[in-house]
């Protein structure tokens, strides 16, 4: 079946510095990958997304970059700010025979410290 | 509404009694989704609605765990007899059309959660 799988937080950085959180999948088909956010106290909220292999999805400084050789979806922001801080899901929807519901990876929480 | 609502936000019940949750989609969405987030966890699917298909209810976690959607827009999800460990709160999202094969990449709206506290 489709699965995700994120590095486990909690992932402390200062502000400005450079952030990746890793995810790679196993999924049947083509499917779509997604990252969510989820700020304090909030709702879960679509970072970005990518649809078929080599697609970059970029959304307020981030970036994922679908992968599909190596069945990776990793987030990647260049400078981090204390806004940032938040707990970050990676995604992804089943194609073909899959489930088509979203699949979570755990989550990953990001503290930046000023 | 703009957004998916939920309701109640906060529901403390005791161990034993039946609870029912509540989502309103965004109108003209055809799929729903129920999701479970346990304290410092991941997102549990729990069921999957699309349009008239039957639900996916492969990610309910026992027998007194049960949803419908009625005129395929409001959802209850119900929970019988609840025990302390389904103390969690509850999500419910919507989306425009399922996935597809070809690429389309559907974004899922969440609603803001009913925390759930069995006691």
């Known amino acids: 079946g489709n699965s995700v799988t994120q590095m486990e937080g909690p992932v402390t950085l200062s502000e400005e510095a450079f952030l990746t959180i890793n995810c790679t999948y196993t999924?049947?088909?083509?499917?779509?990958l997604f990252w969510y956010v989820q700020y304090p106290g909030e709702g879960l909220q679509l970072l970005l997304k990518?649809?078929?292999?080599?697609d970059k999805g970029s959304n307020k400084g981030f970036e994922a970059t679908y992968r599909k050789e190596t069945t990776s979806f990793h987030l990647e922001k260049g400078s981090v700010q204390v806004s940032d801080s938040a707990v970050y899901f990676c995604?992804?929807?089943?194609?073909?025979?899959?489930?088509?519901?979203?699949?979570f990876g755990s989550g990953t929480r990001l503290q930046v410290q000023p | 509404g703009a957004g998916v609502s939920q309701s109640p936000s906060n529901k403390v019940t005791e161990k034993g009694k039946d609870v029912e949750l509540r989502c309103d989609p965004i109108?003209?969405?055809?799929?729903l989704y129920w999701y479970r987030q346990s304290l410092g966890q991941g997102l549990e699917f729990l069921i999957y609605?699309?349009?008239?298909?039957?639900?996916?209810k492969s990610g309910l976690p026992s027998d007194r765990f049960s949803a419908e959607r009625t005129g395929g827009s409001v959802s209850t999800l119900t929970i019988q007899r609840t025990q302390q460990e389904d103390s969690a709160v509850y999500l419910c999202?919507?989306?425009?059309?399922?996935?597809?094969?070809?690429?389309?990449?559907?974004?899922?709206?969440f609603g803001q959660g009913t925390r759930l506290t069995v006691v």
């Open positions: 990518a649809t078929k292999a080599d």
């Open positions: 609605f699309q349009g008239n298909s039957a639900p996916d």
């Open positions: 999924a049947t088909g083509y499917p779509s």
């Open positions: 995604a992804l929807s089943g194609a073909g025979t899959g489930r088509r519901a979203l699949t």
């Open positions: 999202a919507s989306s425009q059309h399922y996935p597809r094969a070809s690429g389309t990449a559907t974004e899922a709206f």
């Open positions: 109108s003209g969405h055809t799929a």
